[in-house]
Each structure stands twice: as structure tokens, then as C-alpha cells.
Nanobody, 121 residues
Framework: QVQLVESGGGLVQPGGSLRLSCVAS????????MGWYRQAPGKQRELVAA???????NYADSVKGRFTISRDNAKNTVYLQMNNLVPEDTAVYYC???????????????WGQGTQVTVSS
């Protein structure tokens, strides 16, 4: 069993900041990649940011320069620092972790429960 617990969502004003956290726990041998997705009403779920085992990152064009993804390998935690938030950032944000549970074992994807981010004045 692997569990992802998200925190940090909430209501903020435009221009404000939030920091999302996602902690993975359970049987984990190694984490290959961690990322954040978001889904707004009536829209497809989209990748916001991801960080891979080699440290490489990628971001959606809409958040480049405003969001930063980081990780703490010792704590199996991924963060999303969101600055200069705009109303278009309003969505449910989901943490995703790609991992293997045993050495040389298969890869699994796990999802967090989702956390609401609302940007409004």
C-alpha cells in the first residue's frame, strides 16, 4: 500500500502565494518521478509541473516563471511553490508519484486525493 497525502490548498487573492505539499508513504523502493496535475471545471486534467529522478523538470507554459516544483528525497515529499497566482490557476490540484515498490520491480502510478486551490478577490 502506498498513500499520498496532499496539503496546502486554499483560497488566496490574486498575486498571492501557496505552497502545496505531497507526502508519499508505504512500501516504496524508489521514486522515479513526482508531479502535480490540475483540473478545472469543464477542462481536461493537465500537467502543471513534474520532476524526475535525474532532477530534470518541466512546467506547463502557463505557470513557467511563477511555479517551482521541488522534492525532498529523504521525506518522499514533493512541493509546488505557487507565486503570483491568478484566477486561471483555480483548480483541483492532484499529486502524482511514479515509483517502484521493490528492486527491479514494475513501475506504479499513485495519485493524491486532490486539494482545491481557489484564486479570487
Amino acid at each position: 500500500q502506498v498513500q499520498l497525502v496532499e496539503s496546502g490548498g486554499g483560497l488566496v487573492q490574486p498575486g498571492g502565494s501557496l505552497r502545496l505539499s505531497c507526502v508519499a508513504s508505504g512500501k516504496i523502493f524508489s521514486i522515479n518521478a513526482m508531479g502535480w496535475y490540475r483540473q478545472a471545471p469543464g477542462k481536461q486534467r493537465e500537467l502543471v509541473a513534474a520532476i524526475r529522478s535525474d532532477g530534470s523538470t518541466n512546467y506547463a507554459d502557463s505557470v513557467k516563471g511563477r511555479f517551482t516544483i521541488s522534492r525532498d528525497n529523504a521525506k518522499n515529499t514533493v512541493y509546488l511553490q505557487m507565486n503570483n497566482l491568478v484566477p486561471e490557476d483555480t483548480a483541483v490540484y492532484y499529486c502524482n508519484v511514479r515509483l517502484i515498490r521493490v528492486r527491479s520491480g514494475p513501475q506504479y502510478d499513485y495519485w493524491g486525493q486532490g486539494t482545491q486551490v481557489t484564486v479570487s478577490s
